[in-house]
């Protein structure tokens, strides 16, 4: 396949860091190459042409695909629900009762393969809308939402995370699996899917109420005999929750003591919320380095709480900001960064619009240990990256062309932009989406 020569401004993190606002790298007019999907060369425009000869210059020029915006890597939702984009938006209640009202009645449709495939495809669609390349997708208990989801994901080939939920007891008998399905099942799509393209496979016990202890001690068994398969699920979300899982395990410390009793707590275990940690818990989590995943639009819209990010950061503990829909209000990580910094704000605290990109692209990537495949544009890596226009509408264009700093620019479109900011979506080399 021929190589791809793409030119505009460009910003990544090349590298882990604790500091995104200086340890970034930033080309006004850069060139990125990509070839057979991954991407080969990044590197000033300036240079690049300098070194071609008149003769490679006039072949070039021609097939250079230039950008009028800023080029980003493909963002990283951490953690997402897909059958639940249907019922985004959903009023009045906190977490339990928004589940057993609004969450588990529309995850029971996903028995059917026919929908689960329409979803599947309708969610990728909106995920590449938003910016978004690759995510930690929770399915339904069903195996068949698991399979639809990685075919619409193949056919895109589309780096993508996904797990059946695991879930044995408090919740609709419809949605019931028992410890033994949840485990051979779960089974059958690890080896069925894990590392097949790009698909990547999630170990998803729900969250600690709606597992048995046997399911629990199953998931473990599996996340032991599969040690580089990822673990999602939830964790100290809500203050209630927190209650109903001490009475159910209450031989355990705290919370993440029930995952860490059944062997969950691990790298590449990414744990939903996190937000009322008590000090064994941070000490845990960073000692196993298990990542917390910060869902800034669901804290707020189901009244979770604020989630105390540099308190988790000072920690040391891998961190990543998420959308968390249905619960979260936006597919759009930026919208998810402009309320993480509300949600800091009401602390008393700032978060730069660097290290909230961060959070979503390099950050998200570290922390779910793939940094060597995603979330950057380091030449190597897979060619997955986006173009966000500063002039996307006009109250957006008149307040960045009077940012003084390239930060406050960016600072502007995190606040004010969502998806109409996403000008073209690439994966896996490929263009997926433009805008209009
Ligand atoms: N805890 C258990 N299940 C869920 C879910 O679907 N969404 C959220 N936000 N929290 C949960
Ligand atoms: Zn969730």
Redesign the pocket.
């Known amino acids: 396949m021929k190589q791809t020569i793409h030119r505009g401004e460009i910003l990544h993190f090349p590298a882990a860091t604790s500091d995104p606002a200086q340890n970034h790298q930033y080309l006004k007019d850069g060139i990125l190459i990509t070839e057979n999907g991954m991407i080969t060369q990044l590197l000033d425009a300036q240079i690049f042409l300098n070194h071609l000869s008149e003769e490679e210059r006039s072949c070039v020029l021609p097939g250079i695909i230039r950008h009028e915006g800023l080029l980003i890597p493909g963002m990283i939702d951490s953690h997402v629900?897909y059958p639940?984009m249907e019922m985004i938006a959903s009023y009045g209640t906190q977490?339990l009762e928004?589940?057993n009202e609004y969450?588990f009645p529309t995850e029971a449709k996903f028995c059917r393969n026919d929908y689960a495939a329409a979803q599947s495809r309708q969610f990728l669609q909106q995920l590449f809308a938003h910016g978004t390349t690759t995510a930690s997708v929770?399915a339904t208990v069903h195996p068949e939402s698991v399979n639809a989801f990685f075919n619409a994901a193949e056919s895109y080939q589309a780096r993508m995370i996904c797990g059946k939920v695991m879930m044995d007891r408090n919740c609709p008998d419809n949605l019931k699996d028992t410890a033994e399905t949840g485990f051979t099942e779960t089974r059958q799509l690890i080896e069925q899917w894990h590392h097949q393209g790009r698909a990547l496979y999630a170990i998803t016990p729900?969250?600690a109420?709606?597992s048995t202890p046997e399911q629990l001690a199953k998931a473990g068994q599996l996340a032991e005999k599969y040690p580089d398969t990822f673990i999602q699920t939830?964790l100290s979300?809500?203050v209630n929750?927190i209650e109903w899982v001490k009475s159910l395990f209450p031989e355990c410390p705290d919370y993440l003591g029930v995952y860490e009793k059944y062997g969950l707590v691990r790298e590449r275990a990414l744990f939903?919320?996190g937000i009322h940690l008590e000090p064994r818990e941070y000490q845990v989590l960073q000692r196993e380095q298990a990542g917390v995943i910060f869902?800034p639009t669901?804290n707020l819209f189901?009244g979770?709480g604020l989630f105390p990010y540099f308190d988790v950061k000072a920690q040391n503990i891998p961190v990543a900001i998420a959308s968390?829909v249905?619960?979260?209000t936006s597919l759009s990580l930026l919208t998810n960064q402009a309320e993480a910094y509300k949600i800091l704000q009401l602390q008393q605290q700032n978060l730069n619009p660097l290290e909230a990109l961060y959070l979503c692209t390099q950050g998200a990537a570290v922390t779910m240990r793939l940094s060597d495949k995603i979330g950057n544009l380091n030449p190597g890596t897979e060619a997955d990256f986006v173009e966000l226009d500063f002039s996307a509408f006009p109250l957006l264009e008149q307040r960045t062309k009077q940012a003084r700093t390239f930060a406050e620019k960016l600072f502007a479109l995190m606040i004010l932009g969502d998806d109409r900011v996403i000008r073209r979506t690439y994966v896996h080399g490929q263009c997926v989406y433009t805008r209009g």
Do not use: K
């Open positions: 629900h639940q977490l928004w589940l969450t929770f729900r969250f109420p709606t939830h979300e809500n929750e939903g919320h869902c669901s189901i979770s968390d249905g619960a979260g």
